[in-house]
């Protein structure tokens, strides 16, 4: 398709990489247009890139992972106008602060995870 369109100089399709970082380091946007994704972890790696994000409705988790929208924009799926849109708004935009950016990352360390995951089964276990 990328051929045919006449971009695929300017488009990669690595396939499955084990480490995102160097691709995020380039990055201008990172755009998911998932149907569906349970807990989009590769949001939060591209929160911690500095990299904005212009993300479909497609995890329930979406609000805790960006809830404000100095990181990124939230579309409906299956419009591409409004993804579009979304894309050309989020790169005239300035980059997220990186305050911003910490407040996120902070909440997905190992530490404070695993707190957090040890602290709700003594909720759940009386």
């Given at each position: 398709?990328a051929?045919?369109?006449?971009v695929?100089a300017?488009?990669?399709m690595p396939?499955?990489?084990?480490?995102?970082?160097?691709?995020l380091e380039?990055a201008?946007?990172?755009l998911m247009?998932?149907?569906?994704e349970?807990?989009?972890?590769?949001?939060?790696?591209?929160?911690?890139?500095g990299v904005?994000?212009?993300t479909?409705?497609?995890?329930?988790a979406?609000?805790?992972?960006?809830p404000s929208?100095?990181?990124?924009?939230?579309?409906?799926q299956?419009?591409?106008?409004a993804?579009?849109?979304?894309?050309?708004?989020q790169?005239?935009?300035?980059?997220?602060s990186?305050?911003a950016a910490?407040k996120?990352?902070?909440r997905?360390r190992?530490?404070a995870?695993?707190?957090?995951?040890?602290?709700?089964?003594?909720?759940l276990?009386?």
């Open positions: 398709e051929e045919r369109l006449g695929a300017r488009v990669e396939g499955h990489v084990p480490d995102i970082a160097p691709y380039r201008d946007l990172y247009s998932s149907h569906y349970g807990y989009p972890a590769v949001l939060v790696e591209a929160i911690a890139a904005p994000i212009v479909t409705d497609c995890s329930l979406l609000p805790e992972i960006f929208p100095d990181l990124g924009a939230i579309v409906r299956r419009q591409p106008e993804i579009a849109a979304a894309i050309v708004a790169l005239r935009r300035r980059p997220p990186p305050n910490r996120i990352t902070d997905h190992l530490g995870s695993a707190a957090d995951y040890l602290a709700l089964f003594d909720r276990i009386p």
